[in-house]
């Protein structure tokens, strides 16, 4: 079966890190594009960072210096290691395919989420 | 990257016709065919339902339908149901310092 599992979320103090995975099965991970999509409490969609097949990495403002994303091809898994963490990044994380390996810009398939929660 | 603009909620009686639009620029929406829109209900994960501008994935209901004119791009539901009830969410490719953007996000009510 095609489907993408995240894992990894939590309380967490300000100021802390935690790493989150998505363990993908059915297709290769490193043959997509793969991204990190958040959505606070309440809140809409945003899009948090992306590895590229080839391997670059793009992240959005707010996370930019403190997440990083990365992929380990012989666990199929995809990960997001976050630091210096804040309120605001409270959040349901999920992870997403994009369409195509060669990059579509569209997310066809999505994970359950994992909530990360920022608080003293 | 600021977020592409959607009304925040839309409404219709069951078996209308209702449209959502989502509002760019020329260097996202406009400029580009990898525009998508997802449903999203409750505690769910979102669910691709359209994918560059106009195209439907297998298994989704050809009541949903997209296009776009200018910067601006709409999702369409035929024949409204009350399992569409859900928020929806359009995205974009854009040339800002990120990839990707969303949108603003739309409550779709059925009454």
């Known amino acids: 079966e095609v489907q993408l599992v995240e894992s990894g979320g939590g309380l967490v103090q300000p100021g802390g890190s935690l790493r989150l995975s998505c363990a993908a099965s059915?297709?290769?991970?490193?043959?997509?594009?793969m991204s990190w999509v958040r959505q606070a409490p309440g809140k809409g969609l945003e899009w948090v960072s992306v590895?590229?097949?080839?391997?670059?990495?793009y992240y959005a403002d707010s996370v930019k210096g403190r997440f990083t994303i990365s992929r380990d091809n012989s666990k199929n898994t995809l990960y997001l290691q976050m630091n210096s963490l804040r309120a605001e990044d409270t959040a349901v994380y999920y992870c997403?395919?994009?369409?195509?390996?060669?990059?579509?810009?569209?997310?066809?398939?999505w994970g359950r989420g994992t909530l990360v929660t920022v608080s003293s | 990257q600021s977020a592409l603009t959607q009304p925040a909620s839309v409404s219709g009686s069951p078996g209308q016709s209702i449209t959502i639009s989502c509002t760019g620029t020329?260097?996202?929406?406009?400029?580009?065919?990898?525009v998508s829109w997802y449903q999203q209900h409750p505690g769910k994960a979102p669910k691709l339902m359209i994918y560059?501008?106009?195209n439907r994935p297998s298994g989704v209901s050809n009541r949903f339908s997209g296009s776009k004119s200018g910067n601006t791009a709409s999702l369409t539901i035929s024949g409204l149901q009350a399992e569409d009830e859900a928020d929806y969410y359009c995205?974009?490719?854009?040339?800002?310092?990120?990839?990707?953007?969303f949108g603003t996000g739309t409550k779709v009510t059925v009454l």
């Open positions: 997403a395919r994009d369409l195509s390996g060669s990059g579509s810009y569209n997310f066809d398939l």
């Open positions: 059915g297709f290769t991970v490193s043959s997509n594009y």
């Open positions: 590895i590229y097949s080839g391997g670059s990495t």
């Open positions: 020329s260097s996202d929406v406009g400029g580009y065919n990898y």
């Open positions: 560059d501008v106009s």
């Open positions: 995205s974009s490719y854009t040339t800002s310092s990120t990839p990707y953007v």
